[in-house]
């Protein structure tokens, strides 16, 4: 591993907290602030971890069950976005995880439960 492999691997660590934020800048600013993201669109993409084996557990399908009964979370358009794996982050732009590869595309899931489980209150 290189140096700037390690130092990536090191900020996601700590961006993997309960605020389930990232570094600004992270990857020449490739990756979002996961906590910009709406309930919507979290629950999107934690169906879309879930679907895709990126996430499971009873621990994911609780916070899904949480946001998406929450009033307008199934008809908004980030919910649509999410569960294609694209996450918005409220400035209009979005990344889609096709563009992550193997362990980043977990680790980001695993943010976006995160952020989703402050989002549901749990």
């Known amino acids: 591993m290189t140096t700037q492999t390690l130092a990536l691997w090191a900020s996601l660590s700590l961006a993997g907290s309960a605020s389930a934020q990232l570094p600004s800048g992270l990857l020449g600013g490739m990756l979002p602030n996961v906590a910009s993201t709406s309930a919507g669109n979290a629950a999107g993409l934690l169906s879309f971890c879930v679907k895709n084996k990126l996430l499971g557990g009873q621990d994911a399908s609780s916070v899904i069950g949480s946001l998406t009964g929450q009033p307008g979370v199934t008809t908004s ?7 294609a794996g694209v996450v918005q982050t409220g400035n209009g732009s979005g990344l889609s ?26």
């Open 97 to 122: 995880l096709a563009n992550l590869k193997g362990q980043m595309k977990t680790k980001l899931c695993d943010m976006v439960l995160q952020h989703g489980k402050s989002l549901a209150g749990l």
């Open 77 to 83: 358009k980030d919910f649509a976005q999410g569960q």
